[in-house]
């Protein structure tokens, strides 16, 4: 086994938590947890079997298990890792992770999600979960994303989605979009439509009206500043544009009016989880005017639209 498909989208269920000590009495371990995924964060060389498909583990390597898959684990001596066995639910659409992978850049934040869940597991369940979570997100961020019914995007379609994200509040133009991609302004153009059906302006306005829509019915934001937030803030144009996606102007969406969904973007998310951390694990280290817009396509990058 090299892959292992998970489903991420709800909260996983911890059974234990723990380091793990092996290789003291024997150098081999050979085993199986019918109903448990396991996740190791490593600080040791060992040799690992999955299935049947061979493994090496080394420092800074963290493998996801799934559940019924037989283990065998040949140590090099007195070997320890952190581990969480956890039940994950079967919500959303699964992604698949690597059975065993390099932590590289990620090894000190994700040896601290994991270091931290360790210290609030027992006494802090839900703690321990939500670093666990993140962890987990962090561990299938470590590849391109391999949803079991998506491709990956082309990393100028992610870096684009990931401006885009960042920049919600604001002007933005095509052409600083692709500047940060590092492509032209048509080659994204047609990356970012092959990707996700949509243009770079079609799906600005759809993220921005949804957070919109998010503002007016979970916050008293006043209008003004919900527009603003959004990158919208002549109040026209604003509610011009609820009006499009809605059906409805931003008081009556705020009214729970307005029952068309804001047309939905495509594209992964980007979210990463918290910062860093030291552990006691031996080889793993520290346990402007809204709507200024470029039009995609048939006119100059960055001239302003109604977004």
Same mark, same amino acid.
């Given at each position: =086994?090299? %892959? #292992? &498909? /998970?489903? &991420?989208?709800? *909260?996983?269920?911890? /059974? #234990?938590?723990? !380091?793990?000590v092996h290789g003291c009495v024997g150098r081999t371990d050979v085993f199986s947890l019918p109903h448990l995924w396991q996740l190791h964060l490593y600080g040791y060389e060992a040799d690992l079997t999955v299935d049947g498909t061979a493994h090496a583990i080394r420092p800074g390597r963290v493998s996801l298990v799934p559940p019924g898959s037989t283990v065998r684990y040949r140590y090099r001596g007195r070997s320890e890792h952190l581990y969480v066995h956890l039940r994950l639910g079967a919500a959303g659409s699964p992604v698949g992770v690597p059975v065993i992978q390099d932590a590289g850049d990620e090894l000190a934040p994700l040896a601290a999600q994991l270091n931290s869940a360790l210290a609030a597991w027992p006494h802090a369940p839900a703690r321990a979960t939500a670093e666990v979570w993140a962890a987990l997100w962090r561990v299938a961020q470590l590849a391109p994303p391999r949803a079991a019914d998506a491709v990956a995007p082309h990393p100028a379609v992610a870096t684009a989605l990931a401006v885009i994200e960042a920049r919600l509040a604001g002007p933005l133009s095509v052409a600083e979009v692709a500047k940060a991609a590092g492509v032209s302004h048509n080659h994204l153009t047609r990356l970012f439509r092959?990707?996700?059906?949509? %243009?770079?302006?079609?799906?600005?306005?759809? $993220? $921005? =009206?949804? $957070?919109? $829509?998010? +503002?007016?019915? /979970?916050? %008293? &934001?006043? !209008? *003004?500043?919900?527009?603003?937030?959004?990158?919208? *803030?002549? &109040?026209? /144009? +604003?509610?011009?544009?609820?009006r499009r996606e809605f059906g409805a102007s931003p008081r009556a969406v705020r009214n729970g009016l307005g029952g068309r969904e804001p047309r939905p973007p495509l594209g992964p998310p980007t979210g990463r989880g918290p910062a860093a951390g030291p552990t006691g694990l031996r080889g793993v280290p520290g346990s402007q005017p809204g709507g200024q817009f470029g039009g995609d396509g048939g006119g100059a990058a960055g001239r302003a639209v109604d977004p």
């Amino acid at each position: =086994m090299d %892959t #292992a &498909l /998970a489903h &991420l989208d709800e *909260p996983p269920g911890l /059974a #234990a938590v723990g !380091i793990g000590v092996h290789g003291c009495v024997g150098r081999t371990d050979v085993f199986s947890l019918p109903h448990l995924w396991q996740l190791h964060l490593y600080g040791y060389e060992a040799d690992l079997t999955v299935d049947g498909t061979a493994h090496a583990i080394r420092p800074g390597r963290v493998s996801l298990v799934p559940p019924g898959s037989t283990v065998r684990y040949r140590y090099r001596g007195r070997s320890e890792h952190l581990y969480v066995h956890l039940r994950l639910g079967a919500a959303g659409s699964p992604v698949g992770v690597p059975v065993i992978q390099d932590a590289g850049d990620e090894l000190a934040p994700l040896a601290a999600q994991l270091n931290s869940a360790l210290a609030a597991w027992p006494h802090a369940p839900a703690r321990a979960t939500a670093e666990v979570w993140a962890a987990l997100w962090r561990v299938a961020q470590l590849a391109p994303p391999r949803a079991a019914d998506a491709v990956a995007p082309h990393p100028a379609v992610a870096t684009a989605l990931a401006v885009i994200e960042a920049r919600l509040a604001g002007p933005l133009s095509v052409a600083e979009v692709a500047k940060a991609a590092g492509v032209s302004h048509n080659h994204l153009t047609r990356l970012f439509r092959a990707a996700t059906g949509s %243009t770079v302006v079609g799906y600005l306005r759809a $993220r $921005r =009206m949804e $957070r919109a $829509r998010h +503002f007016l019915r /979970a916050t %008293t &934001l006043s !209008i *003004p500043a919900v527009a603003a937030s959004v990158g919208i *803030p002549d &109040l026209q /144009a +604003f509610n011009k544009a609820c009006r499009r996606e809605f059906g409805a102007s931003p008081r009556a969406v705020r009214n729970g009016l307005g029952g068309r969904e804001p047309r939905p973007p495509l594209g992964p998310p980007t979210g990463r989880g918290p910062a860093a951390g030291p552990t006691g694990l031996r080889g793993v280290p520290g346990s402007q005017p809204g709507g200024q817009f470029g039009g995609d396509g048939g006119g100059a990058a960055g001239r302003a639209v109604d977004p």
